[in-house]
């Protein structure tokens, strides 16, 4: 008789680790494996997980072979995080606080590597500090810097200035790069306590000065995926430029529709168009978004690309596109008298602007114009006369949408949205790439109705996957964590001001206080730590609702060309209509969120760092000029300041401040002189002079200008003597 197939249970690293720590002692493998009766066909299994526990620093092996954890003699593993000053610090894996690295540790390791440490002793700052020991994991492979030489040594000084230390070139490692050029070097030897790292030059990028150089460099600094896998381009150029009649033949046709594109004028990837119409007493909204899910199939090599690269990069004058420009700008994108392929969101709305009911269905359109922002403005504000719209059907369905967009905003005033005043800025450039004019970019009605329709599907997406119990990714935005609202409260209590909702507020309380400190002469110093009180908003499986829009359930439908998140969404939803299955090839929906938060972060520091270099540049012809701002930041050692139409950041050292001791008031926001009891407070108007302006560290250095910012009120609060400060 066969014998029958016994499922053998197998063991766990968190087996294998509780093991060793209630044998409070270090165990040789052989002991481990006979504490926990590990079967003779299941030892090599195990012993494979302790091996890798090892790699990953979970376990560590003493002289004799015997295993015990890092914590019985008191080790640590973490990341480490550079700074610029030289030192550094260890964050735990286990959570905690970080420990601090002295310079002479940082020179074992580079930012972000994964490394074991021991516990040293309590610095004068009460941090607690770490000798690393051994390397884990090295995060970095290349680097982008610039080449020296300097007695007969070259060398690369690294763009981020979290690695700081030198990188020495191998005997032919330089090529034919030359003193000053900016290069991509590969690490061929990663540091020691006793040498640095040993590098090769890989590419070299060009010099200071050269057109989109800083492009360049931010590119490789942050390790932004630029260029496509050659499948991927080829399956992109297999679609062709046209959509294939059978595509058509399945889905409903909505081309005698006049679904309109509205976007900015340098745009050139249109993800959504329009159309609206009245329906008895309300509204019939039609929003029709690109269906890249149709092409980009998952697992594919597009699909990889997409994936990898989370999301399309803008930098100034030049985009990293998600998806190969045949599909970004050409078969997904919705060009005006072209069919396309596109999923529809069908909406009734009531009169108040409630969403009564909402399809969604695969379609045919053909969008009638590429309308912008500017032209759809001057129709709205009843330049019509001199409009480039001339349409009737378009004209009507303009009528309908802006008074559709005006009761979806009253809809959310009452839901109690937060709607910050920010300003965006927009740097126009000559045809040699520099900076001409940064001038506000101000949003209209046109950026209003577009915005309150693409808000209307994406909530409707979420609802529609939500309603069915299906697993996907949902654009969350938690409210304050406890601390940043005890320090909100604690100012707020300063002002007399109070906030609502107690330990939980909602929008709705930060709406009624916005609503209230309007006409308050600190109304931007409270608008700004509301805002700085929020936590970030990040792509998660798990439902937590939308903060800011108060919004119970949210997601990203509207953008799948130039956002991975939304292309994933794009296949929940068709998945959910045809009744299939839908597991991402990529991996689980926990660590695709994951994922796709961290491209987002990547791709904005990449943008704001270009964007930073540039405005450096601007300024450099502003040296010794007199600016008036508006003090953004206040630190221990001295004041941010933001110039008036510009938006550029520079810095007031507190030695610039003049004679007097300044003293740090977190609570407050402020530095307030000990001696004659000057205040400088967070969101106060200030006249500086540039004094220092360094394009590669990105920093712009002011001082205080003898000139009074001509709004500046001279408050009792700069009179203050020394014992009301405290």
Known sequence: MPKKNVNIP???????????????????????????RVKTENRAT??????????????????????FLPEAIDLVVGTVIGHPDGYGFLKPDDGGDDFYLPPSEMFK????????????YRNEHGKTTAEILDVLQHAQSEIVGRLHQKHGVWFVVAEDRRLNQDFLLSARGRGKAQDGDIVAVEIVEPPLASRE?????????????????????????????????????????RFGKEVKEEDKNTRIDLRNVPFVTIDGETARDFDDAVFAEKRGRGFRLFVAIADVAHYVRDGSALDKEACERGTSVYFPRRVIPMLPEELSNGLCSLNPQTDRLVMVCDMQISTQGAIRQYTFYPAVIRSQARLTYTQVWNYLSGKKSGSTIKNAAQCDSLDTLYSLSQKFLVARQ?????DFETTEMQIEFDRYGKIVTITP??????????????????????????????????????????????????????????????????????ARLLKQVETRDDKELLQTLLLRSLQRAEYSNEEKGHFGLSYDHYTHFTSPIRRYPDLLIHRRIKSLLTQKSYHPVNGAWKALGAHCSMTERRADEASREVETWLKCIYMQQHLGKVMTGTISGVTHFGLFVTLDG?????????????????????????????????????????????????????????????EIAPDRKQTKKQKRTRAENQ
């Open 10 to 36: 197998l063991i766990g690293e968190d087996q294998i680790l509780d093991a060793i720590k209630t044998a409070r002692a270090p165990l040789l493998p052989e002991d481990l494996i006979t504490r926990l």
């Open 46 to 67: 195990v012993l494979a997980k302790i091996t890798e526990l090892i790699k990953r620093g979970a376990l560590f092996e003493n002289r004799k072979g015997a295993l």
């Open 109 to 120: 390791a580079l930012h972000g590597d994964r490394v074991t440490a021991r516990r040293l």
């Open 197 to 237: 790292a040993i590098v090769r030059v890989k590419e070299v990028l060009g010099r200071d000065g050269d057109d989109g150089i800083e492009i360049e460099i931010a590119l490789r600094k942050h390790a932004l995926p630029f260029r496509f896998d050659k499948e991927a381009l080829r399956e992109a150029r």
């Open 414 to 418: 009452k839901r109690g949205a937060i």
């Open 441 to 510: 970019l101000v949003r209209n009605d046109a950026h209003r109705l577009i915005e309150e329709c693409m808000l209307a599907a994406n909530v409707s997406a979420a609802h529609f996957i939500l309603t069915r119990r299906a697993e996907a990714l949902y654009r969350i935005h938690e409210g304050p964590t406890p601390e940043k609202l005890a320090a909100l409260k604690s100012f707020l209590s300063l002002c007399s001001l109070p906030l609502g909702g107690g330990d939980k507020p909602t929008a709705k309380d930060y």
């Open 646 to 706: 510009l938006a550029i950041d520079g810095l007031i050292h507190i030695s610039e401040l003049g004679t007097d001791y300044f003293r740090f008031d977190a609570t407050r926001h402020a530095l307030i002189g000990q001696r004659s009891g000057v205040t400088y407070q967070l969101a106060e108007r200030v006249t500086v002079r540039v004094i220092r302006v360094d394009p590669n560290s990105g920093k712009i250095d002011f001082t205080l200008s003898d």
